[in-house]
């Protein structure tokens, strides 16, 4: 976790949102079924001071390695961690960002050996703002923008269908988290319960289990035959 969300609004539509300066050149469009090193938008604050929204590669690549053929694996940074490990605390001590999303994607093993997918979106529609860290990496092509979600132990319902979750930032902490501190770690707390409730624990289709499936149709809610149990959950 997380493996796959889904991000969908305009560059126009995302500069409103967040308040931040376009530099995508046109580089953005929909997607709904975002796997590792897809492109992808973030806000980031530039060496200028404004937010710009920009457009970064999935899967971290720190300035130091020697290729991004491992950045499958950097999708995700834990919470817990990320201050002290080697491949994120730069990064989180100096590079933070958001990573605009719809909603995000897990999957639930059920007992006849196949698997549900649930989409965590917010019931109202709005945006959500996973807290992100960047980094640049200087390779033979130029530099490559790449960047990593950070994931936290889920809360309340969201347990059900998995024991990690994004760390999701209300609107009123995207400030903090883009601006520079001395003591990074305080930003790291879980979004309160009751702006937690506010997500539906949507049911959808298996064919966004294909990366090479996109569409609305991804989304739609399936019936299932009953909700989720807490030891189906099987890292995705």
């Known amino acids: 976790m997380c493996g796959r969300y889904a991000t969908t609004r305009s560059a126009g539509d995302l500069s409103a949102l967040f308040e931040s300066y376009d530099e995508t050149d046109g580089r953005l469009g929909p997607d709904h079924n975002v796997a590792p090193t897809d492109p992808v938008p973030l806000v980031r604050v530039s060496p200028e001071g404004h937010r710009a929204l920009s457009v970064g590669r999935w899967g971290l690549v720190p300035a130091w390695s020697r290729s991004p053929s491992g950045?499958?694996?950097?999708?995700?940074?834990?919470?817990?961690?990320?201050?002290?490990?080697?491949?994120?605390?730069?990064?989180?001590?100096r590079r933070r960002c958001l990573v605009p999303a719809d909603g995000w994607?897990?999957?639930?093993?059920?007992?006849?050996?196949?698997?549900?997918?649930?989409?965590?979106?917010?019931?109202?529609?709005?945006?959500?703002?996973?807290a992100g860290i960047w980094s640049v990496w200087d390779g033979p092509g130029g530099p490559l923008l790449t960047c990593s979600v950070l994931t936290t132990g889920a809360l309340g319902e969201l347990a059900e269908v998995h024991e990690r979750m994004p760390l999701l930032l209300p609107r009123e902490r995207w400030g903090s988290w883009l601006a520079?501190?001395?003591?990074?770690?305080?930003?790291?707390?879980?979004?309160?319960?009751?702006?937690?409730?506010?997500?539906?624990?949507?049911?959808?289709?298996?064919?966004?289990g294909d990366v090479r499936n996109d569409g609305p149709q991804l989304t739609a809610r399936v019936p299932v035959a009953r909700a989720p149990e807490p030891e189906e959950v099987r890292l995705f």
């Open 105 to 130: 994607y897990e999957w639930v093993r059920s007992p006849g050996g196949g698997k549900q997918a649930y989409y965590m979106t917010p019931q109202d529609g709005g945006v959500l703002a996973f």
């Open 71 to 93: 950045a499958a694996r950097m999708i995700n940074a834990r919470a817990e961690t990320v201050a002290t490990s080697r491949a994120y605390a730069r990064a989180f001590a």
């Open 180 to 208: 520079p501190t001395e003591e990074p770690a305080g930003l790291l707390a879980p979004p309160p319960p009751d702006w937690l409730a506010g997500l539906e624990i949507r049911p959808v289709g298996p064919a966004v």
